[in-house]
Structure formats: structure tokens, C-alpha cells
């Protein structure tokens, strides 16, 4: 089982499935468009990350349908979008208490 | 062009259980970035040592991943390894540093009770050789080192051996009927 908090690159990764499938060409710009240009995978870091989805069930593969060249396409699980949605929140409480935190020593 | 011989030839590193799986994807999407890459001379050099690095980087974790599945296969029945977010050494490595740890200051604490008893003034009276503290320790050290290095080759050689069996496969076969 995934163990969270996720590291940034598997992070952005999964955001660039959450609204769509992609191949993996598509989620290398996507996360680097994401992330203003800070996070540039290598196309071995990210077959790397997507291979570990893959056996964990985070996302799934299959054959793009419009593609003529028969690529192969990436989408999130359903147990990947409650885990994702299981991060965010995470991150959410932490923004929420380090505001809280930050804002009480001002006073 | 010359990049995509060398990426081809960089893919062999990879297990090729990985290659098979993703080897043509990779190379395609190598491709597309090299096509839609800035054509200037540095952003060219940029990607080729990204791409370099990231291919010589991922095949490496993708062997040591396969070394680290074994061990977990062997010792958890039925776990395997879950993505973990950025690097952990193996339970077999901290137990490695943890023996490795406890020689160290076993003869640390060995040479410092050679120098607590080996009387001080002994004077010009009786002039015995006193063999130092550290040379004592840099003699033992090499011999300390190549015996750990000896151990860390044998489990190393074992897991290698168990790789080669299949034997983690089976245990994947089992995880997957529960």
C-alpha cells in the first residue's frame, strides 16, 4: 500500500490523470506545465513512477482507441482517485494549521 | 541523429521484464521530445544529459527494486513493494549499518581499553614499545572492513541466487490467488 505524504514528481503525475488519461509524452508536459517549469521529468523517472501505479493499482493502462499508432494511455483507478483525494485533504489540514500556526505568532 | 542509438543502447540496462513491458514507449516518447525540443545547442545538451541521467538512474532502481522484492517476498508472506515516497534503504540494509555500527564501537571501546591499561609512567627505566592506539585500530580496521564487505557479497550472492530461482515469482502467484 502507497505510503503518504506522496513526493512532488508521483504527486503531479497523478494530478495530470485526475482531469483526463494521458500518454506518457502528454504527462511529462503536463507536470512540467504544472509546476511552472520546477519539475522537468525524465522520461525514465516518470516510466519508473508509472510502473510502481501500475502494480499498486493507482492507475491502469490501455490502448488509445483514437490513436493511429496504437500508444498505450495511462488513467487513474478508482482506488488511486481516493487515495489522491486522501492526499489533498492531508495537505489541505497541514495549509490550514500552518496558517493558523503562522497567523498566531504574529499577534 | 545520435541520441536515439544511445537511449536504445541505455534501455538494455533495464531489466527486461521493464523493457518488454515499456521499452517501445519509452523510446517513442524520447522521440517526441527530441521533435518538439528547442533546436539550441544547450536546451539539445540539457535533454540529452537529462534523459541520460534519468534512464542510468531508473535502470538502476528498477534492478535494485527487483533485489528489494525478493527480500520482501521472502520475509513478509505476501507483502510486496508498495511505492514509497522517495529512498528507503531495505530492512536487510539497516541491519547491515546496525552491525556495521555496533563493530565500530565495540573497537573503538577495545582500543580504548588498551590505552587505559597500559601503565603511564613506566619512564626511561623500563623502556617497553607501546604499539599506539590508532595503529592498533588501523591494523584491525582493514581486516574488520573486508569482513563485512565478505558478509554483504554472501547475502548479496544468496539474494542473487534466489532472484535466479523464481522463487519470488512463486510468492507473487500466491499474493495474487488470495
Known amino acids: 500500500m502507497e505510503s503518504l505524504p506522496l513526493t512532488e514528481p508521483v504527486l503531479l503525475i497523478l494530478l495530470s490523470l485526475a482531469g483526463q488519461s494521458q500518454h506518457g509524452y502528454a504527462i511529462l508536459k503536463d507536470v512540467e506545465r504544472m509546476s511552472n517549469g520546477r519539475v522537468v521529468l525524465s522520461t525514465g523517472t516518470l516510466y519508473g513512477a508509472l510502473r510502481r501505479l501500475l502494480e499498486d493499482d493507482w492507475i491502469e ?28 485533504d492531508r495537505m489541505k489540514h497541514l495549509t490550514r494549521l500552518a496558517s493558523m500556526r503562522v497567523a498566531l505568532k504574529e499577534i | 541523429m545520435l541520441e536515439p542509438r544511445v537511449y536504445r543502447k541505455l534501455l538494455r540496462l533495464y531489466p527486461a521484464e521493464h523493457r518488454q513491458m515499456f521499452g517501445e514507449e519509452i523510446l517513442a516518447v524520447l522521440a517526441e521530445e527530441i521533435e518538439g525540443a528547442d533546436r539550441r545547442i544547450i536546451a539539445q545538451a540539457r535533454l540529452l544529459v537529462r534523459e541520460t ?38 530492512k536487510s540494509t539497516i541491519v547491515f549499518m546496525g552491525l556495521i555500527l555496533g563493530g565500530v564501537l565495540t573497537a573503538i571501546k577495545k582500543g580504548e581499553d588498551i590505552a587505559t591499561s597500559v601503565p603511564h609512567d613506566i ?53 495474487e490467488q488470495k
Open chain 1, 61 to 88: 493502462r490501455f490502448e488509445e482507441e483514437e490513436s493511429s499508432r496504437g500508444r498505450q494511455a495511462y488513467r487513474l483507478t478508482s482506488q488511486g482517485r481516493r487515495n489522491l483525494q486522501m492526499e489533498i
Open chain 2, 123 to 175: 619512564g626511561p627505566i623500563a623502556p617497553v614499545h607501546i604499539q599506539p592506539v590508532h595503529s592498533i585500530l588501523l591494523g584491525g580496521m582493514p581486516l574488520f572492513f573486508a569482513f563485512f564487505y565478505a558478509a554483504g557479497l554472501i547475502g548479496w550472492a544468496i539474494l542473487f541466487a534466489f532472484r535466479r530461482s523464481g522463487v519470488h515469482r512463486l510468492a507473487g502467484i500466491s499474493g
Open chain 2, 53 to 90: 541521467a534519468g534512464l542510468l538512474v531508473g535502470a538502476m532502481r528498477e534492478h535494485f527494486r527487483i533485489l528489494v522484492d525478493v527480500q520482501d517476498g521472502l520475509s513478509v508472506a505476501g507483502g510486496r513493494f508498495a511505492m514509497r515516497n522517495g529512498f528507503r534503504f531495505p
